[in-house]
């Protein structure tokens, strides 16, 4: 079992920037694919990014791509997203989630995250 815990989200200026991390319990973390999607009111939830095991692999959705960037840590057990030159059509609730490698079933997922961006 894994629990993930978002954090870093809020109220940032359009052009501005802000970090989410997305904390996990548990020993497993580096077994699995972590990814980032967001819902916008009214919206279907969205895939953001994605990072390999090893954080080697990364993929973007053409919406965010030079602009976020994912990471993570696996001695913290943390991944990341960096956003930056962020508009008000980002704003949404973020959340992370994990799977295994090679799999499109999400198997855990967090509590999301809320970042507002104002223009």
């Known amino acids: 079992q894994v629990q993930l815990v978002e954090s870093g989200g809020g109220l940032v200026q359009a052009g501005g920037s802000r970090r989410l991390s997305c904390a996990a319990s548990?020993?497993?973390?580096?077994?699995?694919?972590m990814d980032w999607f967001r819902q916008a009111p009214g919206k279907e939830r969205e895939f953001v990014a994605s990072i390999g095991r090893l954080g080697i692999y990364t993929s973007y959705a053409d919406s965010v791509k030079g602009r976020f960037t994912i990471s993570r840590d696996n001695a913290k057990n943390t991944a990341y997203l960096q956003m930056n030159s962020l508009k008000p059509e980002d704003t949404a609730v973020y959340y992370c989630?994990?799977?295994?490698?090679?799999?499109?079933?999400?198997?855990?997922w967090g509590q999301g995250t809320q970042v507002t961006v104002s223009s």
């Open positions: 548990g020993r497993t973390f580096n077994n699995y694919v």
């Open positions: 989630a994990a799977r295994r490698p090679g799999s499109s079933t999400r198997d855990f």
